[in-house]
């Protein structure tokens, strides 16, 4: 928290995007157990021990919430599921169906809320508690196509085609997801992350319209409810429009995915402000010199400012875990 409230410290504290996952044995165990990756999510106990599992194990300094950007698709009336070894599924497709045409049904969000509350409760006082939802375009590219794209093409294509209907879903997710993040901090959340994974396939003219305006105004009315929460914007891809996404939304940090020089990263971003990132999650597979020198890399370019050191996007399942604990090692000095 201290990072994030904009001040740089010795040492960056350091969490990974999806730390709870498939690469812990634990995880999996538990997985097993319990069906699948919506029966954890949706079985308020279990969330929370998957939370906190990567703390347990690691002492990582910051737990996220454990759930998916797609539950706000689901409270606004989509059936989710996800097909075993492809991905997540959202029917009917916004493609051939009106937002109008769905019934919402926010009490799927409830609870994700007592999971918050419930890590909270268990987590020590010096960890801090993140939540999280996916930005507005992110998740529009879901609910049009129904799934993951190759280069969110439908929904590209559709924002052209008809983009009075495009902004009127981006309003309403905005709309929901304000809702969603403002109960996650009245539960416990200490910081907010928004994800906006698909931000790096917009031309420049739509990432103004459909990435930093919907983010803007989240943050603007999170602003006003809760001025000292610290919202993190992580527009993965998004590349030499960074500066613009970290000046004009007003979050407090700013995630930055791996293919982001970090030096160019630290030159180009407002001075000050909080950096969270950004070693390739590929690299940490792989291990060895190489990973040593990234790291170190990441850790020089970024010493300046204020750091939470991160993955550039989420760890994959076969990560190796003295990989992960190594760079815990190095980040930390040992
Ligand atoms: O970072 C965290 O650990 C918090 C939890 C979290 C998950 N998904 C858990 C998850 C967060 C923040 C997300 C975000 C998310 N989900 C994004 C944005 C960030 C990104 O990764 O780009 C997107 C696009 C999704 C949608 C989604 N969820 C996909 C495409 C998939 C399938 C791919 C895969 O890895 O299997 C998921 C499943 C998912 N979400 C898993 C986890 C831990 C894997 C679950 C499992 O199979 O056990």
Same mark, same amino acid.
């Given at each position: 928290?201290?990072?994030?409230?904009?001040?740089?410290?010795?040492?960056?504290?350091?969490?990974?995007?999806?730390? =709870?996952?498939?690469?812990?044995?634990?995880?999996?165990?538990?997985?097993?157990?319990?069906?699948?990756?919506?029966?954890? /999510?949706?079985?308020?106990?279990?969330?929370? $021990?998957?939370?906190?599992?990567?703390?347990?194990?690691?002492?990582?300094?910051?737990?996220?919430?454990?759930?998916?950007?797609?539950?706000?698709?689901?409270?606004?009336?989509?059936?989710?599921?996800?097909?075993?070894? $492809?991905?997540?599924?959202? =029917?009917?497709?916004?493609? %051939?169906? #009106?937002?109008?045409?769905?019934?919402?049904?926010?009490?799927?969000?409830?609870?994700?809320?007592?999971?918050?509350?419930?890590?909270?409760?268990?987590?020590?006082?010096?960890?801090?508690? #993140?939540?999280?939802?996916?930005?507005?375009?992110?998740?529009?590219?879901?609910?049009?196509?129904?799934?993951?794209?190759?280069?969110?093409?439908?929904?590209?294509?559709?924002?052209?085609? $008809?983009?009075?209907?495009?902004?009127?879903? #981006? %309003? =309403?997710?905005?709309?929901?997801?304000?809702?969603?993040?403002?109960?996650?901090?009245?539960?416990?959340? %200490?910081?907010?992350?928004?994800?906006?994974?698909?931000?790096?396939?917009?031309?420049?003219?739509?990432?103004?319209?459909? /990435?930093?305006?919907?983010?803007?105004?989240?943050?603007?009315?999170?602003?006003?409810?809760?001025? %000292?929460?610290?919202?993190?914007?992580?527009?993965?891809?998004?590349?030499?429009?960074?500066?613009?996404?970290?000046?004009?939304?007003?979050?407090?940090? /700013?995630?930055?995915?791996?293919?982001?020089?970090?030096?160019?990263?630290?030159?180009?971003?407002?001075?000050?402000?909080?950096?969270?990132?950004?070693?390739?999650?590929?690299?940490? /597979?792989?291990?060895?010199?190489?990973?040593?020198?990234?790291?170190?890399?990441?850790?020089?370019?970024?010493?300046?400012?204020?750091?939470?050191?991160?993955?550039?996007?989420?760890?994959?399942?076969?990560?190796?875990?003295?990989?992960?604990?190594?760079? #815990?090692?190095?980040?930390?000095?040992?």
């Amino acid at each position: 928290m201290t990072v994030l409230n904009g001040e740089a410290t010795e040492r960056p504290p350091i969490w990974f995007m999806r730390q =709870a996952g498939r690469y812990l044995p634990e995880y999996r165990a538990l997985r097993a157990e319990k069906g699948g990756f919506l029966d954890l /999510v949706y079985d308020v106990e279990a969330a929370i $021990e998957v939370t906190l599992q990567p703390l347990k194990r690691f002492g990582f300094d910051a737990a996220i919430l454990f759930s998916d950007i797609l539950v706000v698709p689901y409270a606004m009336g989509q059936d989710l599921w996800f097909e075993e070894g $492809e991905g997540p599924r959202l =029917a009917p497709k916004l493609l %051939d169906t #009106l937002l109008e045409s769905l019934t919402a049904a926010p009490e799927r969000l409830e609870p994700v809320f007592r999971t918050v509350a419930g890590v909270k409760a268990a987590l020590a006082p010096d960890k801090a508690l #993140l939540g999280f939802a996916g930005s507005p375009w992110t998740v529009a590219t879901y609910m049009i196509a129904g799934q993951g794209s190759r280069e969110q093409a439908e929904a590209r294509r559709l924002s052209y085609r $008809e983009p009075e209907r495009v902004a009127a879903l #981006l %309003d =309403a997710i905005a709309e929901t997801t304000i809702g969603y993040l403002r109960a996650q901090i009245d539960a416990g959340a %200490d910081a907010v992350q928004l994800f906006d994974s698909w931000s790096g396939s917009l031309s420049p003219r739509q990432f103004e319209q459909m /990435v930093i305006a919907p983010n803007a105004k989240i943050v603007a009315a999170l602003k006003q409810s809760h001025p %000292d929460t610290p919202v993190i914007g992580f527009p993965k891809g998004a590349g030499g429009k960074l500066p613009a996404y970290a000046r004009e939304t007003g979050v407090d940090a /700013v995630g930055v995915d791996e293919t982001v020089d970090p030096e160019w990263a630290h030159a180009s971003l407002p001075s000050g402000m909080p950096v969270q990132g950004n070693l390739d999650p590929l690299s940490l /597979v792989t291990g060895g010199p190489q990973l040593h020198d990234a790291v170190d890399r990441i850790l020089k370019a970024f010493s300046g400012r204020p750091h939470i050191f991160n993955l550039g996007h989420g760890i994959v399942p076969d990560t190796p875990i003295a990989h992960v604990e190594a760079v #815990l090692a190095q980040v930390r000095g040992r």
